[in-house]
């Protein structure tokens, strides 16, 4: 089991910047791949990026490249995700969530159908204009 618990969301302006965490405990080592995903209200969820367990795969949606980046602290189990230059758009809740199967490059929430093992229960963010 992998228990996951995020923080850093918030309350900001368009044009803002935010850092979310998400300190992962429990079976660690099963850990092959990480990544963000968001829910707005009325809307499907969105897989936001991914990362591998060694962190030279990284991956974007389209929505959110040049402006987000994941990474990951290994000493602290703690994945981030910054985002900068942020969008009204962007106001969802944000969750993280990792995989336990090895796959050849990291693989976005809900590509081609893929599940993730564990989440989290998520963090709110909100942009205004």
């Known amino acids: 089991q992998v228990q996951l618990v995020e923080s850093g969301g918030g309350l900001v302006q368009a044009g803002g910047s935010l850092r979310l965490s998400c300190a992962a405990s429990?079976?660690?080592?099963?850990?092959?791949?990480m990544g963000w995903y968001r829910q707005a209200p009325g809307k499907e969820r969105e897989g936001v990026s991914c990362m591998d367990r060694g962190g030279d795969s990284t991956a974007y949606a389209d929505s959110v490249k040049g402006r987000f980046t994941i990474s990951r602290d290994y000493a602290k189990n703690t994945i981030y995700l910054d985002m900068n230059s942020l969008k009204p758009e962007d106001t969802a809740v944000y969750y993280c969530a990792v995989y336990r199967t090895v796959q050849d490059m990291c693989v976005i929430w809900g590509t081609y159908g893929f599940e993730y093992d564990y989440w989290g229960q998520g963090t709110q963010v909100t942009v205004s204009s």
């Open positions: 429990g079976s660690t080592a099963s850990i092959n791949g």
